[in-house]
């Protein structure tokens, strides 16, 4: 192993690539010796560690910058690989060192903010996170105590329905625009699909609230179902644009071969298209869902506000996990300020926590489903 | 869309309703709603039904409170207050999709010269003044808890002429405080809010000579940071040095608060001072009998009184047009004004209980609700 | 058509309610489209003839009360992409071919989540966590960098600046253009990946000849999800973000253009009058924004279907 293996990552390219990295590796020259690529991003570290510290110690900056010395060492780490490998083992592979550098900075620059943004949560979440969260609504709550019930069972409910909306409009219209579409009203939807990604979460809510109180006569409606539509004009772009991603992968071999076979269209699209693509349409549904269930703005005007339980989803105002954040963050005041608060990061907690559970099953789903082939 | 049946979707949609079917099955409902009423008998009241409100948020805390003590009062009757804003309460309670508003500024004169949609045609509706705040001006400065400011020198930070916390008209007011030598950083409200207007209708009362905008729920100059509600600016001033904010009093827990210059005395914040200014200030002339919108009146100067206040009013109907909805609001708006509900959103939120005159008016007012 | 040769009326049936579920469908989402703006139109007209003291502020008519939001608007999801893009596509890569496999799955999980983070909880990091840590920094730029324009101040007291409510944006964006990206680069033919290492390509070289031009529509796809995220994301900039009414491109102070989302969020709950229709005005504005942002993109890449595998 004396190749582009010293790299860390490179050491775990899977099956047949890495034979032929390995084999790649004959016709360079000089090697950079195993291990290179760590010493040197400890050293970039270290170096960056220790301008820190002078920094800190010369009273510049108050306390050591930890995120400041990973953020900045990386960097250099990345000049220093490359400069090295420049030298030692020419332009191709420095420049591949380079990007692989570079690639695995990305990752850890984002990293920083999506742990940092996860612990916050879990830091102030954990305070509440206790069984009366779980089994009580803040219906004659005052002050500390009292649960998000009605809030978790609303935001259950609502984007449940919105994904019973979403997804068979939004699976059906990718389909249409890859397997049948041709002409204007393909190119029409392809191109206002995006645009429809554009409207900003507050008009959807304006937007279905003007309709249902128009349709039902009541200006005053709330109802779960008004913000679950809300939520669909929001959930459907995105079903659309990542499912037709996902189907234009399919390769057209395989349609082929089952028109090929005497099988109808609509059978081979739900018998070989779809579930060939089952995986990233199980992640592109989720995308959504995650994209909707965050939402805050519309359901305010729409599903409205309420302390109390409600099941309904077609009467009555009915509580949503980001409303309830939001309001129980903004509302926090007086004497008991802290515990809205603590309700607020427990909310947001839970919401976090559900989505999860709900990733974890489409992808079990998917593997159940997906055939059995590739990577 | 039968087909649907067949494809990826419904699998994926599946786990979704199960898990709302499981939470619903599980709790059957939260451990607070189970009837404690059932097994206590006597039925208290005969009120039932559910009452909507949208409105401001500055009251939202104490509505909670209300809410949640009526509600105990009667079993049946569910409140519901969304703290949306006082525009979108005015706006929702005009076109009938709130039955009261909540609301930081009384109904105007155009807003009154139109219809109600839930009220009977030319009955009109009604200012109750129910939540009494005083803002503060709280400030986030190292070493520094016992600042003075008069309200000539409130205008001039928070117009930007006066920058720095160790600026001559700082340093005069506070002699023996140890002002540093940094740049005020000034945060002042993003969404438009009746905070805002309270607080620059204060200074545009009493310090003319430098706030020459006129008052307006959006801050009229381009100074320092916007932030976001009462928690905004709150947050935003703690995190930050050397700042300084205008905010309900509820929501400056972790700063301090300026005393005020009021008259030739300074006064610390206090929620007596400030019910007393509201209780020694006129009523808006001009309306009907018992639309209590009140004219604050910045200027008075007795002992302890906090001109800098914010006065939240309950917006209801003189009649209803359904008269169930009338007998809950008038109930509930009667409650509101009641020595329990007071002293209840005083503790909680740190709200100033309404002079007890201007109590008996409320109720007086509140019980003339049809 | 294979379909035409088939003989049983029922297979021909099925065909037919099957393309027309389709084709209804994608109709659908025309219509409900139509109906927005329609909608907006609607309740748009009242503002766009309003004169001076109608509209909020100080705005002589309604043009110039929404040119800095639309600058604000495009200027803020410009930052969040130019950030967010080369990170997304870098992880994406990381995710796809550099890390080891079940690494890889557990960090695509990871990210996905983060999707599903509210942005009323970006808000409150922001707030809370990122702009306290970025203040500093801040601080030192323009003390030392200040001669270049982006960088002038005076700084920010909070460090609640455009640029601070553009990171938060690209980090809420980067899940979903993660995923997008990271779908497409598995989907990249793992023949043509293996033939260009076998001809002693780096692994570089490899991606950018096999796996690049493959997923380059898929990539636009995720910069335009991104993007369309970016412009009308609301609630997290309404907190984050220090604004006012101006148009400037300062990254660090506290004068900030604020964006047509925010302004809405922070207006609509006080709003009376005619102030309620500008705002929806406005909105209207950010769909042609959308709009129009949307068909400069499509002139300049193209729908590159040469590598896609249906319809080739």
């Known amino acids: 192993m004396t190749t582009t293996t010293s790299t860390p990552s490179a050491t775990t390219m899977p099956g047949a690539g890495a034979v032929a990295a390995r084999r790649g590796g004959l016709y360079a020259a000089a090697r950079l010796p195993r291990g290179t690529a760590w010493a040197t991003l ?127 409009v939004g699976l059906l219209a990718s389909i249409y625009l890859v397997e049948y579409g041709r002409g204007a009203l393909a190119r029409g939807i392809t191109f206002f699909v995006d645009v429809m990604m554009g409207i900003p979460s507050i008009v959807a809510g304006l937007f279905a609230f003007a309709l249902f109180a128009l349709a039902t006569g009541n200006p005053g409606i709330r109802s779960g179902f008004v913000g679950a539509v809300s939520l669909s004009v929001l959930m459907i772009p995105v079903v659309v644009r990542s499912s037709e991603e996902i189907l234009r992968l399919v390769p057209n071999e395989l349609r082929e071969a089952s028109l090929a076979l005497g099988v109808p269209k609509w059978l081979t699209v739900l018998k070989i298209v779809l579930p060939t693509s089952i995986a990233g349409l199980v992640t592109g549904v989720m995308l959504a869902i995650a994209r909707v269930i965050g939402e805050t703005a519309p359901l305010l005007i729409v599903a409205g506000f309420t302390a109390s339980m409600n099941y309904d989803l077609f009467s009555d105002r009915m509580m ?12 926090a005041a007086g004497l008991h300020a802290q515990a809205a608060v603590d309700r607020a990061w427990a909310g947001a907690l839970t919401l976090i926590i559900i989505v999860m559970v709900l990733n974890l099953a489409g992808r079990v789903i998917a593997r159940i489903f997906a055939p059995r082939y590739g990577r | 869309m039968t087909f649907t049946r067949f494809t990826a979707s419904a699998r994926i949609t599946a786990p979704v309703a199960a898990l709302a079917i499981a939470t619903i099955a599980l709790s059957g409902c939260a451990a607070n709603e189970r009837g404690t009423g059932a097994a206590d008998a006597a039925p208290a009241s005969a009120l039932k039904g559910t009452l909507s409100a949208v409105g401001s948020s500055a009251q939202g805390a104490a509505e909670t409170v209300w809410a949640a003590g009526f509600q105990t009062d009667n079993p049946d009757v569910t409140v519901n207050y969304d703290p949306q804003g006082s525009g979108a309460g005015r706006k929702s309670f005009i076109s009938g999709a709130a039955d009261f508003a909540g609301s930081d500024a009384a109904l105007s004169d155009d807003e009154l010269g139109g219809d109600f949609a839930l009220c009977t045609p030319g009955s009109g509706a009604i200012d109750l003044p129910v939540y009494i705040s005083p803002i503060a001006v709280a400030y986030n400065v190292d070493g520094v808890s016992d600042l003075r400011l008069d309200a000539d020198t409130i205008a001039g930070i928070f117009k930007g002429s006066i920058t720095r916390w160790n600026d001559k008209a700082l340093t005069a007011l506070n002699p023996d405080a140890k002002l540093p030598d940094a740049a005020i950083t000034v945060v002042h409200r993003s969404d438009d809010s009746g905070t805002t207007q309270n607080f620059t209708e204060y200074l545009a009362a009493n310090a003319k000579s430098v706030w020459d905008a006129p008052a307006s729920q959006t801050f009229p100059y381009q100074v320092g940071d916007a932030a976001k509600g009462t928690s905004g600016v709150a947050d935003a001033t703690k995190s930050a040095s050397n700042s300084i904010t205008y905010v309900d009093e509820s929501g400056s827990a972790g700063l301090s608060i300026a005393q005020l210059k009021v008259g030739d005395a300074f006064v610390t914040i206090n929620a007596k001072g400030a019910a007393a200014v509201v209780a020694a200030s006129p009523l808006k002339s001009g309306r009907a009998d018992h639309d209590l919108a009140v004219d604050i009146d910045r200027t008075i100067t007795d002992a302890d009184a906090w001109p800098l206040v914010l006065v939240s009013y309950v917006i209801a109907c003189q009649q209803y047009k359904d008269s169930a909805k009338a007998d809950l609001v008038k109930a509930y708006a009667g409650y509101l004004a009641t020595d329990a509900a007071q002293q209840a959103s005083a503790e909680q939120t740190g709200s100033a209980p309404l002079s007890a005159e201007l109590a008996t008016k409320v109720q007086a007012a509140a019980a003339s609700i049809k | ?51 001076p003291g109608e509209l909020p ?17 495009i200027w803020s999801a410009f930052l969040a992409l130019l950030v967010a893009t080369p990170l997304s596509i870098g992880i994406a890569l990381f995710i796809s071919h550099y890390a080891p496999r079940r690494l890889a799955q557990a960090l695509g999980y990871v990210i996905d989540l983060l999707a599903a983070v509210p942005s009323v909880v970006f808000g409150l990091w922001g707030i809370v966590v990122l702009a306290p840590f970025v ?76 796996v690049l031009p493959f997923a380059r529509a898929g990539i636009v796809s995720a910069i335009m999800l991104g993007l369309g995220r970016a412009l009308g994301e609301t609630m997290a900039v309404a907190m984050v973000l220090s604004p006012a009414l101006v148009v400037n491109m300062f990254l660090l102070t506290s004068i900030n253009p604020n964006t047509i989302a925010a302004n809405i969020a922070l207006q609509f709950p006080e709003a009376t009058g005619v102030s309620v229709n500008a705002l929806i005005a406005s909105g209207l504005v950010l769909f042609l924004v959308t709009l129009g942002i949307n068909m400069i993109a499509r002139y300049i890449v193209g729908r590159r279907r040469a590598f896609s595998g249906a319809n080739a």
């Open chain 3, 135 to 210: 203040q500093p920094m801040y601080s030192w730029l323009v003390a030392n960098l200040g001669w270049i324009p982006l960088f002038a101040g005076p700084v920010s007291g909070t460090g609640r600046t455009v640029l601070t409510a553009s990171v938060v944006l690209a980090v809420m964006v980067l899940p979903i253009m993660t995923a997008i990206c990271r779908e497409v680069f598995l989907q990249a033919p793992r023949l043509h990946e293996e033939a260009a290492l076998a001809l002693g390509a780096t692994r570089w070289e490899m991606i950018r000849m096999a």
């Open chain 3, 57 to 73: 502020g100080t705005a002589q008519n309604f043009w110039v009360y929404v040119w800095p939001l639309v600058f604000g608007t």
């Open chain 1, 320 to 331: 949503t996990l980001p409303v309830f954040v939001y309001t129980q963050y903004t509302q």
């Open chain 1, 42 to 168: 400890a050293a970039s570290w270290l170096v960056t560690g220790g301008l820190f510290g002078i920094l800190d110690a010369a009273g510049a900056s108050d306390g050591f910058n930890l995120v400041g010395t990973i953020f900045f060492g990386t960097v250099l780490f990345d000049v220093a690989i490359w400069s090295l490998a420049l030298l030692v083992e020419g332009r191709r592979r420095a420049l591949d060192r380079l990007v692989t550098s570079l690639v695995s900075t990305a990752f850890v620059i984002a990293l920083l903010p999506l742990v940092s943004l996860v612990a916050t949560v879990l830091q102030n979440g954990l305070a509440r996170f206790d069984t009366a969260y779980f089994t009580e609504s803040m219906r004659n709550v005052i002050g500390a105590g009292g649960g998000g019930l009605h809030a978790i069972v609303g935001t259950l409910e609502i984007t449940g329905m919105a994904t019973l909306i979403s997804v068979p």
């Open chain 3, 1 to 51: 058509m294979t379909t035409d040769t088939a003989r049983r009326g029922g297979i021909r049936l099925g065909d037919r309610v099957f393309a027309g579920s389709a084709a209804t469908a994608g109709a659908l989402i025309l219509i409900v489209l139509a109906a927005v703006a329609v909608f907006l139109i609607a309740q748009s007209l009242p503002a766009l003839g309003a004169g």
